[in-house]
């Protein structure tokens, strides 16, 4: 089994900084490890979205609304990847779920509370 735990998040002001932290950990992790890792965010009453993606060759994709101001990385040997969030807005509040993809599915964290506000 695997098991995907994040770190990080918060309170913080506009314009502001927060990182996010996750590792994924067990027996497949340790053996395949990911395809790709990264992160979704679900606001109230809203769906699930990718915020940021990266694969294991270092390939990001990033959610428009977020390109320029987060930054995705990942350590393949550990299997875990930070989100780097700056100028932080309102509209970036969410739960942010991190994300691990083998070939056949996908494992998510708990989810940490992002909260945006002055």
């Known amino acids: 089994q695997v098991q995907v735990a994040e770190s990080g998040g918060g309170l913080a002001q506009p314009g502001g900084s927060l990182r996010l932290s996750c590792a994924a950990s067990g027996i497949i992790a340790s053996i395949a490890g990911f395809s790709a890792m990264g992160w979704y965010r679900q606001a109230p009453g809203e769906q699930r979205e990718l915020v940021a993606e990266i694969t294991r060759i270092g390939v990001t994709t990033y959610a428009g609304s977020v390109k320029g101001r987060f930054t995705i990385s990942r350590d393949n040997a550990k299997n875990t990847v930070s989100l780097q969030m700056t100028s932080l807005k309102p509209e970036d509040t969410a739960v942010y779920y991190c994300?691990?993809?083998?070939?056949?599915?996908?494992?998510w964290g708990q989810g940490t509370q992002v909260t945006v506000s002055s």
């Open positions: 994300n691990a993809q083998t070939p056949t599915r996908d494992y």
